[in-house]
Nanobody, 124 residues
Framework: VQLQASGGGLVQAGGSLRLSCAAS????????MGWFRQAPGKEREFVAA????????YYADSVKGRFTISRDNAKNTVYLQMNSLKPKDTAVYAC??????????????????WGQGTLVTVSS
């Protein structure tokens, strides 16, 4: 599976962005899809995940209520709608895919395939 993320950019605090991650390959619907982010000088952290065939969505506490993950299996694409953005959301966001088990949805090493990151910058 190859992943291509897009949609990052510069936005003011309180604004919104939608990230997209297009996947190639036939196993898309069978994979968990996740979004992770890494801010400058910080470790990579889990943001959100969508279960196989869209069954279940999972969020980090820091983004719950503001971010929404969704997937379109017909288009092999997963989205991350980010609302009420804060400066602390500034990071490189990357999408990932893999045959993840529920107990490991927030663990980066559980995902086998990664796209390149897209930079999100939130100004105050």
């Amino acid at each position: 599976v190859q992943l291509q993320a897009s949609g990052g950019g510069l936005v003011q605090a309180g604004g919104s962005l939608r990230l997209s991650c297009a996947a190639s390959g036939r196993s898309f619907r069978n994979y968990f899809m996740g979004w992770f982010r890494q801010a400058p000088g910080k470790e990579r952290e889990f943001v959100a995940a969508s279960g196989r065939n869209g069954a279940g969505t999972y969020y980090a506490d820091s983004v719950k209520g503001r971010f929404t993950i969704s997937r379109d299996n017909a288009k092999n694409t997963v989205y991350l709608q980010m609302n009420s953005l804060k400066p602390k959301d500034t990071a490189v966001y990357a999408c990932a895919a893999g045959p993840v088990i529920y107990s490991a949805i927030a663990v980066a090493t559980a995902y086998h395939h990664w796209g390149q990151g897209t930079l999100v910058t939130v100004s105050s």
